[in-house]
């Protein structure tokens, strides 16, 4: 394994509707393998990814600098959520299911700054509730640097039967 000086890395940049962020993937640098660790930069008024939970990867944030809230699901079979403060030294574990359901949100006037790490697993299912759509990654994880395998996003209301079209 390697090391690697987030300094020493350059920004990536999204910027999709309400959802802007800096990212710099330091477990990728480092040469991880098993578990991921992504630095954000959210702006002001700003969201990260789209609210989400994985079927397989584990997450977690930990709040480095600034403020904003986190919008977590309250529960596997119960598809409420509730938003929670985010400040500095604030740590959140997001398990690899329907109650890891979360979106990050800058409501603050700085800029909020967190890791996000994670398992590094695959194949992987990524659900959207808002959208009621689906990913699915095979030959990489979601963050990871293979070429994939399998990799596409799907609305979850468009299901056909097991025989059907064999």
Same mark, same amino acid.
């Given at each position: 394994?390697?090391?690697?000086?987030?300094?020493?890395?350059?920004?990536?940049?999204?910027?999709?509707?309400?959802?802007?962020?800096?990212?710099?993937?330091?477990?990728?640098?480092?040469?991880?393998?098993?578990?991921?660790?992504?630095?954000?930069?959210?702006?002001?008024?700003?969201?990260?990814?789209?609210?989400?939970?994985?079927?397989?990867?584990?997450?977690?944030?930990?709040?480095?600098?600034?403020?904003?809230?986190?919008?977590?699901?309250?529960?596997?079979?119960?598809?409420?959520?509730?938003?929670?403060?985010?400040?500095?030294?604030?740590?959140?574990?997001?398990?690899?299911?329907a109650s890891g359901g979360h979106r990050v949100?800058?409501?603050?006037?700085?800029?909020?700054?967190?890791?996000?790490?994670?398992?590094?697993?695959?194949?992987?299912?990524?659900?959207?509730?808002?959208?009621?759509?689906?990913?699915?990654?095979? &030959?990489?994880?979601?963050? &990871?640097?293979?070429?994939?395998?399998?990799?596409?996003?799907?609305?979850?209301?468009?299901?056909?039967?097991?025989?059907?079209?064999?």
């Amino acid at each position: 394994m390697g090391h690697v000086n987030e300094a020493d890395l350059e920004w990536t940049e999204t910027d999709r509707g309400e959802a802007r962020f800096k990212r710099k993937q330091l477990g990728e640098a480092a040469g991880g393998d098993a578990l991921g660790c992504s630095l954000y930069e959210l702006p002001s008024g700003h969201k990260s990814w789209p609210f989400h939970y994985h079927a397989a990867n584990e997450e977690a944030i930990y709040v480095l600098a600034g403020t904003g809230a986190i919008r977590l699901a309250t529960g596997e079979d119960d598809p409420a959520d509730e938003t929670h403060d985010l400040e500095p030294g604030t740590y959140v574990a997001l398990p690899a299911d329907a109650s890891g359901g979360h979106r990050v949100i800058n409501d603050s006037e700085g800029s909020l700054r967190y890791l996000a790490i994670s398992t590094m697993i695959e194949p992987d299912v990524t659900v959207y509730p808002d959208s009621g759509t689906f990913g699915v990654y095979v &030959g990489s994880p979601p963050g &990871g640097r293979e070429e994939r395998s399998l990799e596409g996003y799907y609305d979850a209301d468009a299901d056909v039967g097991y025989w059907d079209g064999e």
